[in-house]
């Protein structure tokens, strides 16, 4: 577990970044279980979130939904469009 704590530490400096910018945090480093974990992590470190299963993503609850919905069908698109991860809709 430990080495679990670690990363999801590291993952951690990273989306806050993000979070604290009010934008979503979009990651491929974690699966089941490890997303529902990562987004219990988030909420024990203060932040209030949506955690998104199928495209992992993570916002601040006051991320309007319908627009989270939209990029994550975006991203959706274009992943299976072959999209380099890197180019991969933010916003």
């Known amino acids: 577990m430990n ?6 530490e590291l993952k951690f400096k990273e989306a806050r970044r993000f979070l604290d910018e009010g934008l979503p945090y979009w990651t ?3 699966v089941r279980p490890y997303g529902e974990k990562f987004a219990e992590y ?4 203060g932040y209030d979130i949506y955690h998104l299963y199928f495209i992992t993503g993570f916002a601040t609850k006051d ?3 319908f627009k989270l919905r939209e990029i994550s069908v975006k991203r959706a698109t274009e992943r299976e469009l072959s999209v380099p991860k890197s180019a991969l809709s933010l916003e």
């Open 3 to 8: 080495h679990h704590r670690n990363f999801f």
């Open 28 to 30: 491929d480093d974690f």
């Open 42 to 45: 988030l909420k024990h470190e």
């Open 63 to 65: 991320y309007e939904p």
